[in-house]
Every structure is written in structure tokens, then in C-alpha cells.
């Protein structure tokens, strides 16, 4: 009801009125814009004015006779407006009250007739020269039952409940002119505002009150409906709920749209769809006690909300059986085989189990057809598998492909960096905020009760004060429990026996003992060379030629490239590294055939790597170009796969002892202690003098020093080094060996033969010493893996130093090397601070 512009003093009289030469008298009025209302004849209204023009043509008016002219603003938002931007019928109003503030002037006004604007001046205020438009008043009984329409609908209005003035609705019932009557009836306050600036132009008092009918059946049946609303309201609240009126008032409005729309309502569509989720019968009473109780509490109480959540958790997630299963052998196996090269083991496994879950539900369906009871058959179990190996070898997406193989969803639950048992078991519905954990979280959205779970980086589960989810999980991984398995937010059994879980993991010594013995650990090591090249043939090529908007008739690269790729240009046990390479040549092509039209096919060989990937990275054999005293060559296992190592030894003259470098664990410190006791016994039956070690240091190193390093495996390579630089005998360079030791000489087994025999191959080894108790690992190598390496079982160290050291005696001219001080390096003492004991 205001017009917000700023105030000013300065009044300006209205001027006489004259008529022009054969027309209507014209009229010259102070003139009041108005943004969003709309004045009509014999209407009361209070207005506000704020701009400095506004002010002065009121401060005018009232100086005059207090007639001011109302005019509508065609755009609101306009301030300072010219003859094109008003409306050109307007109301003349007589100024009943004036008072002038700070922020602009109030006014009591009252419409009095119609009249056209024909200009329109601005200067320290709006003045109007404006036209009468005479109101004929027409009679007859059509008028006279328009009249009366006018009247009952506008009485029904009122009694409604709508927000009339009492003195207008008594004027509307007393006033007999039919234009009265429309002016008085069209200023409805629920009326729109452009619906009354269509009243204010309209001349014709006929179409005035017809187009009021149907405005005011709409806001009759409107302020029904509003006082409908109302009543349902007051039946269902009382006096010390009046804070939920607006919400009681949301919900009633609900009902009346959905009634409208022919649904049902949401307590009862929430009640078909428990029912209808096949929950067994005792989660089904639990359901049913939860939603009654939502229906008994009032909509203004939180725990609806808490209470509807936890109702709709329990409808989507699925109960029922998935259904009759689909166990194609052969199909299963195309898809493996198309989605990954090689891992004959895993493929192996999964369609073992295919195969044994396929009689089991062929007998399960001869026994139903022969009308025996089935029910008391044991179930199959699901097996809970385990993928181990470095990153890059195919462990995440080879559950994609089982998925696929097996015709199920797949969920992926990752798991590392969790520290909160809460995670996997979920929160109590006691707490704001609390859902379900991520193991229902991922069966809601898969959707299925026998989908597929991948629960990625087991092995990466934390702990702290808010418990272990390791400990959650023996639960979920145990076929023997999960069949109930109790979420604390659900409260309720779940079955999830017919999962197939999946999980991976990098390495298995940080997965807790019990958790480990849950689960059918299957390990996936590195690729050798010619399996890498197989990936990068059938897998990766053709993927980066997609991405890349590329066909095999537009480039080619040859397979001594993908093999420098392979040998140069990457350096792990995986196939990432490949793929990412592969797509750096493959984002060099298109350029290429953009900018030479001409050019139809790019041919990329070796030498072309150098011009798109620059220099090689790696070198393709690692090991030393010859024979070295004090050199041997080591192999171990992390994360990544297996990789070579160098131990190297020094001898110093001065006072015993034993520095060690390059971030050697506590189990490594332990081993080269163990190595030294054993050649300060055992070394004169090689060739180490008698008193060698009373007036020597031994320094070990072992690059690369920011790597940390540890493990038990590198003890016949450390006591090769001391051996070789104590007896000034070469090491073989084409060998490398792993194995641990014990101070009676024995070599033991050690884990991970797989992986060092692939980085043994990778670098070039020849020979490769192995304990004895290994050779049952060679079971599952591959023949490719052995081409070209002559791989040697020993049980003792005297084996290992008769097969690793050349007879050939090197003499050093000077032991001390040069600018090399034990001062600087942290020293190891053997047995505590005391200086090393004379050999025995």
C-alpha cells in the first residue's frame, strides 16, 4: 500500500479547469503514481508516499481543494515516470487526511470518478491534465440481475471468512448503481492487482460486473476452502498446541491436494509399501508397531520425522528372494576371459563355486517337483573372497566382471581411512542425524539381496576410541552369522547370506588375525612383461583409441614400442602406470592428423616414444655391469610388487663395529647381526682372514635411503655382502637371491616368491637363489616366468655363498675409502656398547 521514494518540501497549486475548443473540459491536477495499488472510485484507502515528486503533488492537492489524481505504474520498479508509463484511466481522489514525516507523507484518500490522462509534466512535482469520463448507468432486468450476482457472491465472500472490511461489505449491500456496485465490490482485498487495473480501465459499467462474477466465485470458493482448512485444524489441536497451528494447517492442506488428485494418504501409501517389501513376519510386527505409534504423535513432535526415516529404511531396502538365478558356466567364463588376461586361480574359483551352486539348485528343484520339503536343506555358502596384490593388477575391476559374469549388482563399499565402528554397524536412532551403515546403505542400493560387495582397501580399516570396525566386520564376513546381521540403527535382523562379498587388499599383515581367517585369501601378483603386453593389446589400446576419437586404421603402434613402454617408461607390478602412458602417445595422434590433412595413418615405434614421452625413465636391467666385492643383489616386496635391491658393504680399518644406513627396520638390523655372528664364526671356511673383524668396520648400506625397509628375507644377501667384502671376492652380478637366516646357518622360506621372481625377470637374473622349503611355491608360477633364469634350491648359507661368490680374489690397493668417516654415520653396536669380541 505504499510508494517508496524520497520527500521533499515545494507545493505547487492546481490549476482552473478549461475546456478545449469543441471537447471535453480538461482538467489540470496534481498527480500521485502508484507502484502496486490500485485506487477505484468510491473506495477508501490509506497510502504511502515516499518520492520527493509524490510528496509535493499531496503537499499540492492539499493546499488546493485536496483532489489529487491516482494513477497505476505500468513497471513498479520505475521512479521517475512519463506519460507512456501510467495506465490512462485513473481515479480522482479527494484527500481525507495528510500527515507528513521523515521518511515521506501518509494519506487517507477516497476514490471519487474516472478520468483520462492526456498529459503529463514533471517538474517539482507530477502534474496531470486529465479528461472526465462520464459513467452512464445502464438499467434493465439483465442489469439488474447482474446487480444482484454481484451482491450474493460478494455476501458469500464475506461469509467465507474472508478479510472485508465490515463498512465495505455494508456499502456493497446498501449502494444501488450498478457502476457503485462494481467499483465497491472489484476493491475485494484478495482480488489480484492486475484484475483490478483491468476494473479501473474499463469504462462500461455492463462489463465491469460481468467480468467480477468470475473473480469473485474464485476467491468465494478460495475462502471456503481456507475456512475448511481452518475447521479440520481446530478439531484435532487444543489449547496447549497453538504453537503447531501452522504445521496442523500444512497437513490439512496436504490431504485436501491429495483428495483432490485422487492418492492416497501418506500414512497409508508408507503402510502399503511395508507390506508389500515382503519383510519376514517378525520385522513386518516391528514395522507395523513403529508406524501406528507415528500416527499417534503428534506432527509437531520431532520424532516423526525420526520415525518416518526409519520407515522408510526398512520398506526399500529388499527382503524378498531375488528370484530364479541364472548360472551360465560358459558365458560366466567368455566374460572373465574378455574383461581380464589371465588370473587362471581366480577365474578358476569363481566358476567352481558357479558350478557347485548350479547342482545345488538343480537338486533343490528335483526335490520341489518331487514334493519333498527342501527347507531343511543345507544352504550354499556364499565364499567370502579376498583379492591381495600392489595396485594396478585388476582387483576392483575384476569385481565388476564377476558381477557381470554372475548376472548381479554390484556395490562398492570403500573402506579405507574408516576409523568408526559406527560405519559399518550404523548409528542408534537416539541420535540426531543417524543412519544405517554403509553395508545396508550399499544393499539399498543395489536393491538385490544377492548382489555383489566389493569392500575395497580392507586393509587400509583404522582404529581408535570410537571402536573397531575391523571387529564389526567379522559379522558381515562370517556366513555363519550374517544371516542375522544387527545394525544398530535397524534393530532388526538382516539376511545377508546370499551376498557374494568381495574384498581387496594391497597387503595382509595390517588385516586382523580373525578377520583373515573369515575370509579365502587369493593373491594377485604382479604381471610379468608378455602378460603386460597382452593386457596393452587386447584391453587398453582399444579403450584409449575410444577415448581418444581414434581407429585402428589411423594409428598403430608396434610391439617392441608397447615393450619399451613397458621396460623404459614404467616401472611397478600393475598396469595403471602402462594405461597412463599408453594415453599420453595416444593424446600426441590427433594433433598430428589435425595439423597434417595429409597424413592418413601414424605408425609408433620405439623411436617415436623418445619424441612424444622424452627420455626413457627406467633402465630395463638394474643389476651391475660386472662383478663387485662387496655388492649383492637382493630382491623384495612392498605394495607396488617386487623390485630388486642392492646391499652394499664397506670395510673400514679402525675400531669394531657395525654401522647399517638407508632406513633399516628393527627385523633387518636383527638379520645382519645375525649374518655378522655367523661369518665371524664360519668365515675362514671362505676365505674371510682370522682376525679380520678386531680391526674393522663394517658399514651396510642399502639404497634407496628415504625408502624404509624391513623384513627378514634379505639375510643371505646381507651375509653375501659381509663374506664378499671380508674375503675380497667378487659377487655375481646376474644374481640375485632372498631367503632368511639363522645363526646355525640355515636359510629359511620366506613369502612372496611369485612377485621376486617377477622382478628377477624383469631386470635380467640369470640365476636365483631360493630356499628349499620354497619349492613348493613353484607350483603356480608360469614356465614363461623361469624362461632364461635358472632358479637354485639351497638349504644352508655355505650353498648360498658356493653359487653367489666368483673364485677370483680382487686385492683393493686401499680399504679406507676416500672421504668416507664412520664419525658421521649412526653406529649399531653388536652385543650393546662393548667393542666386538675376537672370533672364535
Not at 465472500?157 to 446498501?174: F, K, Q, T
Not at 472489484?186 to 467480468?211: F, K, M, N, Y
Not at 602402462?578 to 598430428?592: N, S
Request: proline share 6%.
Amino acid at each position: 500500500m505504499s510508494e517508496d521514494v524520497d520527500s521533499t518540501d515545494g507545493v505547487t497549486e492546481s490549476r482552473p479547469a478549461r475546456r478545449r475548443p469543441g471537447g471535453p473540459e480538461i482538467e489540470t491536477l496534481p498527480l500521485v503514481p502508484l507502484r502496486d495499488n490500485v485506487v477505484l472510485p468510491h473506495q477508501l484507502a490509506p497510502l504511502g508516499a515516499g518520492r520527493e515528486r509524490s510528496v509535493n503533488s499531496l503537499e499540492a492537492a492539499v493546499a488546493a481543494e485536496g483532489k489529487v489524481v491516482l494513477a497505476v505504474q505500468r513497471q513498479s520498479e520505475l521512479d521517475d515516470v512519463e506519460l507512456g508509463d501510467v495506465y490512462p484511466v485513473a481515479t480522482v481522489a479527494q484527500i481525507g487526511a495528510f500527515r507528513r514525516g521523515a521518511a515521506g507523507a501518509q494519506v487517507l484518500v477516497e476514490g471519487q470518478r474516472r478520468v483520462r490522462i492526456v498529459e503529463l509534466e514533471q517538474g517539482e512535482q507530477w502534474i496531470a491534465k486529465v479528461v472526465a469520463m462520464p459513467e452512464v448507468e445502464p438499467h434493465g432486468t439483465e442489469i439488474e440481475a447482474l446487480v444482484g450476482s454481484v451482491r450474493q457472491l460478494f455476501g458469500e465472500y464475506v461469509a467465507a471468512g474472508a478479510a472485508v472490511a465490515p463498512e465495505l461489505a455494508v456499502a456493497v449491500a446498501r449502494a444501488k448503481e450498478p457502476g457503485k456496485v462494481a467499483d465497491l465490490a472489484g476493491s475485494a482485498p484478495d482480488l489480484d492487482s492486475q484484475d483490478r487495473i483491468a476494473l479501473l480501465q474499463e469504462d462500461d459499467v455492463e462489463r465491469r460486473l460481468r467480468g467480477l462474477i468470475p473473480l469473485l466465485a474464485r476467491q468465494m470458493e478460495v475462502a471456503q476452502l481456507r475456512s475448511k482448512i481452518q475447521q479440520d485444524v481446530a478439531q484435532t489441536i487444543n489449547q496447549g498446541q497453538r504453537e503447531a497451528i501452522l504445521r496442523e494447517q500444512l497437513k490439512v492442506i496436504r490431504k485436501e491436494l491429495a483428495e483432490l488428485g485422487g492418492e492416497s494418504g501418506t500414512e497409508e501409501d508408507l503402510k502399503e509399501r511395508i507390506e508389500a517389501a515382503g519383510m519376514p513376519e517378525p520385522v513386518l510386527k516391528r514395522a507395523l508397531k513403529e508406524l501406528d505409534r507415528m500416527e499417534s504423535t503428534p506432527s509437531a513432535s520431532p520424532e516423526v520425522g525420526m520415525l518416518r526415516n526409519y520407515l522408510d529404511w526398512l520398506a526399500d531396502l529388499p527382503w524378498d528372494d531375488a528370484g530364479p538365478e541364472r548360472v551360465d558356466i560358459q558365458e560366466a567364463a567368455r566374460i572373465l576371459d574378455e574383461d581380464h588376461y589371465g588370473l587362471p586361480k581366480v577365474k578358476e574359483r569363481i566358476l567352481e563355486w558357479m558350478a557347485v551352486r548350479k547342482r545345488v539348485l538343480e537338486r533343490r528343484a528335483a526335490k520341489q517337483d518331487g514334493g519333498e520339503d527342501v527347507s531343511r536343506m543345507a544352504p550354499l555358502q556364499t565364499p567370502i573372497l579376498c583379492f591381495v596384490g600392489p595396485p594396478g593388477v585388476g582387483k576392483t575391476s575384476l569385481g565388476r566382471s564377476i558381477a557381470r559374469a554372475l548376472d548381479r549388482k554390484l556395490v562398492r563399499v570403500s573402506l579405507g581411512g574408516i576409523r568408526d565402528e559406527a560405519e559399518i554397524r550404523g548409528h542408534r536412532r537416539t541420535y540426531i542425524g543417524a543412519l544405517p551403515g554403509r553395508v545396508i546403505q550399499a544393499m539399498k542400493q543395489a536393491g538385490s539381496r544377492n548382489a555383489v560387495m566389493m569392500l575395497d582397501e580392507i586393509d587400509k580399516v583404522g582404529l581408535d576410541f570410537r571402536g573397531d570396525p575391523s571387529a564389526a566386520l567379522l559379522e558381515v564376513l562370517d556366513p555363519e552369522q550374517n544371516r542375522e546381521f544387527s545394525d544398530h540403527y535397524l534393530e532388526v535382523p538382516y539376511d545377508l547370506s546370499q551376498v557374494l562379498f568381495i574384498t581387496t587388499a594391497n597387503v595382509i599383515d595390517t588385516i586382523s588375525a580373525p578377520l583373515r581367517d573369515r575370509m579365502e585369501i587369493i593373491r594377485m601378483t604382479g604381471y610379468t612383461e608378455e602378460e603386460k603386453l597382452g593386457i596393452a593389446k587386447e584391453h587398453l589400446l582399444a579403450r584409449q583409441l575410444e577415448q581418444h576419437a581414434l581407429s585402428t586404421e589411423e594409428v598403430a603402434i608396434s610391439d617392441e614400442a608397447l615393450r619399451t613402454l613397458i621396460r623404459n617408461y614404467t616401472r611397478e607390478a600393475g598396469v595403471r602406470g602402462l594405461d597412463r602412458q599408453i594415453a599420453q602417445v595416444m593424446r600426441k595422434v590427433p594433433r598430428q592428423l589435425v595439423e597434417n590433412p595429409e597424413l592418413t595413418k601414424v605408425e609408433i615405434g620405439p623411436e617415436q616414444l623418445i619424441e612424444y614421452l622424452g627420455p626413457a625413465r627406467f633402465d630395463s636391467v638394474e643389476t651391475e655391469p660386472e662383478d663387485r666385492v662387496g655388492l649383492a643383489t637382493g630382491v623384495v616386496v612392498s605394495e607396488v610388487g617386487g623390485d630388486l635391491v642392492t646391499v652394499e658393504a664397506l670395510a673400514i680399518e679402525g675400531r669394531p663395529e657395525l654401522q647399517l644406513t638407508g632406513q633399516i627396520g628393527d627385523v633387518m638390523q636383527e638379520s645382519a647381526r645375525a649374518a655378522l655372528s655367523w661369518v665371524r664364526v664360519h668365515g675362514a671356511e671362505h676365505g674371510v682372514p682370522a682376525a679380520f673383524f678386531e680391526d674393522h668396520a663394517v658399514h651396510i648400506h642399502v639404497p634407496a635411503g628415504a625408502i624404509p625397509k624391513d623384513g627378514p628375507s634379505a639375510g643371505v644377501t646381507l651375509t653375501t655382502a659381509l663374506v664378499s667384502v671380508a674375503s675380497d671376492r667378487p659377487v655375481r652380478h646376474d644374481l640375485a637371491m632372498t631367503g632368511e637366516v639363522t645363526l646355525r646357518g640355515r636359510v629359511l622360506p620366506i613369502g612372496g616368491v611369485k612377485d621376486k621372481l617377477l622382478a628377477a625377470h624383469r631386470a635380467g637374473i640369470r640365476t636365483f637363489l631360493l630356499p628349499e622349503r620354497n619349492r613348493r611355491d613353484l607350483h603356480e608360477i608360469d614356465d614363461s616366468l623361469l624362461d632364461g633364469m635358472e632358479v637354485v634350491f639351497v638349504r644352508s648359507l655355505s650353498e648360498v655363498l658356493e653359487r653367489a661368490l666368483t673364485d677370483k680374489v680382487q686385492k683393493l690397493p686401499e680399504r679406507r675409502p676416500l672421504g668416507f668417516g664412520s664419525r658421521l654415520l649412526e653406529t649399531v653396536p653388536l652385543v650393546g656398547p662393548q667393542p666386538m669380541p675376537p672370533p672364535a
